[in-house]
């Protein structure tokens, strides 16, 4: 198969789909692999390295398009790649469809076989394509918060782990999943007074043990919620429903009675966003002010870490994208995990999630493989 790596033009987006190392591999496996000029040279990988691992480099995104079976990007495509994609042609990447109608009618258009990172799902129901840049958002959305608490970057002026004599900063993560687990453990280790808040008993039971008693681990209920982001400096919204619209949990009401100089870090942003005043970001502005509460919702947070995340990323998709080069069909029927990833098939929405939430006819995967 031939594999064409386009260079991502989303704004402030570093990552690249496949780096040198991936491309080797897939060329020892006897595929073929393009990739666009200087794709990788904002995070080192330069295009020499990837001439080295195998690949024909080439001077446009249009060639790459044009030429290859299988696409690997990192984000959605934007309204200009969506219309270079051709049936029978291999999408894979992070999708996010359910917020997002335009990149959905567009790929429904193209024909193409959508496969996204973030509904490809695991023997254990979790979402190893997501997870990675769950734990690298979950990081970076305690650093993001620290940095705009302080004075000069709009915030309350709070140090996020005190100091001998000051209170730390009192930090609300809602949601212990990857996200809030990698958010709570950099908020703990940065000395800060950290409260998790999820729906799953067994899940609290799991982080009550690993954080030995250094954050609480409670119950999420809308009075929990309110509760405790009315004290909070720093709230990290880190829910996801998989391939689903993120749920609403700070209400417009709410921030306006938050603490004024606060700061909201809504990781969810690319799902839609869980607070009802979250819009996206970007790294090169990152922040808004709603109520005198500092918002950051940088819908591409770990294209700020962009080589740590690609690595991360590609150490999860590299299995599945050697699948599919081997043999895309045959390894999305049999394998259900992968099958899963399915978004959208020849003009056939495939993922239930997207289908409810955008009101197009769902058509199960395995059916839509046999048209």
Do not use: W
């Not at 934007?78 to 790929?107: N, V």
């Not at 799953?200 to 309110?226: F, H, M, Q, W």
């Not at 591409?300 to 050697?322: E, S």
Request: hydrophobic share 45%; aromatic share 4%.
């Amino acid at each position: 198969m031939l594999i064409g790596v386009p260079k991502e033009i989303k704004n402030h987006e570093y990552r690249v789909g496949l780096t040198p190392s991936s491309v080797n591999e897939l060329v020892k496996r006897g595929h073929k692999v393009i990739v666009e000029r200087m794709a990788g040279l904002a995070i080192d990988f330069t295009d020499a390295e990837y001439s080295q691992a195998g690949a024909e480099m080439v001077d446009s995104a249009g060639e790459v398009f044009s030429r290859a079976d299988m696409i690997v990007k990192v984000k959605e495509p934007q309204p200009a790649e969506c219309k270079m994609l051709r049936e029978g042609q291999i999408l894979y990447t992070y999708l996010h469809l359910a917020p997002d109608p335009q990149q959905t009618k567009l790929l429904v258009e193209s024909g193409a076989t959508c496969v996204a990172y973030e509904t490809v799902t695991d023997n254990q129901a979790g979402l190893p394509l997501l997870a990675p840049m769950s734990e690298v958002a979950g990081r970076m959305s305690v650093q993001a918060g620290a940095h705009h608490l302080e004075k000069a970057q709009g915030g309350r002026g709070v140090l996020l782990g005190g100091v001998p004599g000051v209170a730390p900063a009192k930090v609300l993560v809602i949601g212990g999943g990857v996200v809030g687990d990698n958010a709570a453990a950099m908020s703990v280790g940065m000395g800060a007074d950290v409260t998790i808040l999820d729906r799953s008993i067994p899940r609290l039971r799991e982080l009550d043990a690993k954080y030995e008693g250094r954050a609480r681990c409670v119950y999420s209920t809308n009075a929990a919620i309110e509760d405790y982001a009315l004290e909070a400096d720093l709230v990290i919204g880190a829910v996801l429903i998989p391939g689903a619209a993120a749920p609403k949990l700070l209400s417009r009401d709410l921030i306006g009675r938050m603490i004024k100089g606060s700061v909201v870090v809504d990781v969810a942003i690319d799902q839609g966003g869980c607070f009802e005043t979250s819009k996206a970001t970007t790294h090169e502005q990152p922040t808004y002010v709603v109520d005198d509460v500092v918002h950051y919702c940088v819908a591409n947070m770990p294209g700020g870490v962009a080589r740590t995340a690609t690595i991360a990323l590609n150490n999860a998709t590299l299995p599945y994208a050697l699948a599919l080069a081997d043999d895309p069909i045959s390894s999305l029927f049999r394998d259900k995990n992968l099958q899963n990833g399915l978004n959208i098939h020849k003009g056939k929405v495939t993922y239930k999630a997207v289908a409810d939430a955008l009101e197009y006819q769902y058509v199960a995967a395995d059916e839509a493989l046999k048209a």
